[in-house]
């Protein structure tokens, strides 16, 4: 069994930055690609990022890319989310996601949550 902790969500202004953490337990950590997703109040989840297991591929949707990144830590078994100038639209609930060829994704974690005020 995989878990799945994510921290570091709150409240920011626009245009400033925040770092998820997204915790990876229980299996080796080497052996999943992890995605980053989200859901707006009353919108359906969509998908944010995704890093391949060794690190070496990643994926932005284009409504992040240039602004967010997603590095992985192997010696503490964590990914992360590092987001820059957000923005209102960017509001959500964020979760991670572990899978050995997602998708479909295998793990889910609790979620995150971020609030981008104006």
């Known amino acids: 069994q995989v878990q799945l902790v994510e921290s570091g969500g709150g409240l920011v202004q626009a245009g400033g930055s925040l770092r998820l953490s997204c915790a990876v337990s229980?299996?080796?950590?080497?052996?999943?690609?992890v995605g980053w997703f989200r859901q707006a109040p009353g919108k359906e989840r969509e998908f944010v990022a995704r890093i391949s297991r060794h690190g070496s591929v990643t994926v932005y949707s284009d409504s992040v890319k240039g602004r967010f990144t997603i590095p992985r830590d192997h010696a503490k078994n964590t990914v992360y989310l590092q987001m820059n100038s957000l923005k209102p639209e960017d509001t959500a609930v964020y979760s991670c996601?572990?899978?050995?060829?997602?998708?479909?994704?295998?793990?889910w974690g609790q979620g995150t949550h971020v609030t981008v005020s104006s």
């Open positions: 229980g299996r080796t950590f080497s052996s999943y690609a």
């Open positions: 996601a572990a899978g050995a060829i997602p998708p479909p994704y295998d793990y």
